[in-house]
């Protein structure tokens, strides 16, 4: 017996999906116009809403409403007809927000300080950069903890860090979006003088370089690309007070995908940002404020080989950028147009990611290689180089208005104190001998002055404080916060 075909199945398939998605459309629209008062309600009670942190996007466009899965974004505005629905694969960044709640200003329970451990809060200067983000006015306050990875690598995620001119905010970049991107930003500002937060914003790029601009409230930021979404390599300029990405320019130039960050320099001045070490050798000098409307942004000029690390000599009149190869000095007055004034050879075989000078001088000064490399950082004296004892160090950190260097190695979290006139270690701790114990490598160290402590963050996320308190023997160790690989 021959069966009978339903009509349905007759029907061309463009008909039949374009009926189903009418009827989806239709439901999907009536749904979430009629849920939209409570969804907005719930949002503005979250404990993760952030004060002074959303970014509101001034439109003339109609009101849209959408529905999201995945990548794939179905979006009309009411006055639109449903067969005329635009379908659109977007870019999304995952941002998991666990790590950041809201809490009443109240709750804040601030640091206790006793006589029997170190000092970890201090006097806020009137007029600190610190002071002009706080919102005095806030009813709320943001509580952060750096959230530990264990998919791709183990780990905080955190992948910059920088330090205001006047010590008094500490910004961290921790990296959002799954294991595999793509991957954007969330950008924490810390008062040291109370380790409270003072505002957390999300940037929609990968950012892999911090560097305050002195005298503003802007931080410059260094983007690397992400070809999934298509995003440029280039330069961000952040406005903290808003919370939100001022600027983005980008760097004309054949990224090489296998730059690491380490091998890439940022340079903020009041008036420029200057940032090498890209592809090649071309430095890049971004003017500010930025003019895209004048031309080419940016002015370039060349060095031997990429520059990974640079400074501003101690008379403030020339630009160092070391490279494996040589240490270059580049005229800083414009009219000059960045004339290279003088070079010393180094060939040291691996790129320096630090240079600091040593008591005011224009030729001494020590380098730093990266934690990847098995190398000892050296001292350069008059550009004799003298080796310094003990491999991996990331990082030479200027004590005591640079009376004295710390010197920061990988392994075991070891800080050498070092004295600039005989470059002998006068002293070293190691932080896996001190109590309580963190597990991690130095990710990050700088000098608290105004509390005379090292204040390291390592690749667990967890901050801390080590000091050699005056007429002490022992070093001590106090915990700012703990990192999330301690919720495991």
Request: proline share 7%; with cysteine.
């Amino acid at each position: 017996m021959k069966r009978s075909v339903p009509k349905l199945a007759l029907m061309p398939a463009a008909v039949v999906i374009a009926a189903v998605f009418g009827a989806v459309f239709a439901q999907m629209n009536h749904s979430v116009s009629a849920s939209a008062p409570a969804a907005v309600e719930a949002f503005a009670a979250s404990p993760q809403t952030q004060p002074n942190q959303a970014e509101t996007a001034a439109s003339d466009e109609p009101e849209r409403n959408s529905l999201r899965s995945g990548s794939l974004s179905i979006t009309a505005t009411p006055k639109t007809n449903p067969e005329t629905v635009k379908v659109e694969k977007l870019p999304e960044i995952e941002v998991d927000s666990s790590n950041v709640r809201s809490i009443p200003k109240s709750s804040v329970q601030p640091i206790r300080e006793s006589r029997r451990e170190l000092r970890l809060t201090s006097t806020l200067p009137s007029g600190s950069l610190a002071e002009k983000l706080a919102d005095a006015n806030a009813e709320t306050a943001t509580v952060w903890r750096p959230a530990y990875a264990s998919q791709g690598f183990r780990g905080a995620r955190l992948d910059a860090f920088a330090v205001s001119p006047d010590g008094s905010v500490l910004a961290i970049a921790e990296r959002t979006g799954t294991a595999n991107g793509p991957n954007g930003t969330r950008i924490v500002l810390v008062n040291t003088s109370n380790w409270q937060v003072i505002r957390v914003f999300t940037v929609g790029r990968m950012l892999k370089k911090l560097a305050f601009v002195p005298e503003t409230t802007t931080l410059a930021a260094i983007a690397f690309p992400q070809m999934s979404i298509k995003q440029d390599f280039g330069l961000a300029v952040l406005d903290l007070a808003a919370g939100k990405e001022q600027e983005f320019l980008s760097l004309p130039i054949p990224f090489n995908e296998k730059t690491a960050p380490e091998d890439v320099a940022l340079l903020a001045m009041q008036d420029r940002i200057i940032c090498s070490g890209f592809f090649g050798s071309t430095v890049f000098c971004i003017h500010l404020p930025v003019a895209k409307d004048s031309g080419v942004p940016f002015h370039t000029f060349e060095t031997v080989s990429p520059a990974s690390a640079l400074a501003i000599t101690p008379d403030g009149k020339s630009l160092a950028a070391a490279s494996l190869k040589a240490i270059e000095y580049f005229d800083l007055n414009p009219a000059a147009n960045y004339k290279r004034k003088s070079i010393t050879s180094l060939d040291l075989g691996w790129k320096p990611v630090d240079v600091h000078f040593l008591n005011g001088a224009q030729t001494d000064f020590i380098l730093c290689p990266a934690f990847r490399d098995d190398s000892a950082p050296i001292f350069v004296r008059s550009s004799v180089k003298d080796p310094l004892d003990g491999r991996s160090a990331g990082f030479a950190v200027p004590m005591e208005q640079n009376s004295q260097i710390g010197v920061a190695f990988k392994v075991k979290g070891r800080i050498d104190v070092i004295d600039p006139a005989s470059l002998e270690a006068t002293d070293s701790v190691i932080m896996e001998q001190l109590r309580p114990a963190t597990s991690g490598d130095n990710a990050f160290v700088f000098y608290h002055d105004a509390i005379h402590a090292f204040c390291v963050i390592d690749t667990n996320g967890n901050c801390f404080a080590v000091a050699k308190p005056q007429n002490e023997k022992r070093w001590g160790k106090r915990i700012i916060w703990n990192g999330g690989a301690s919720k495991k």
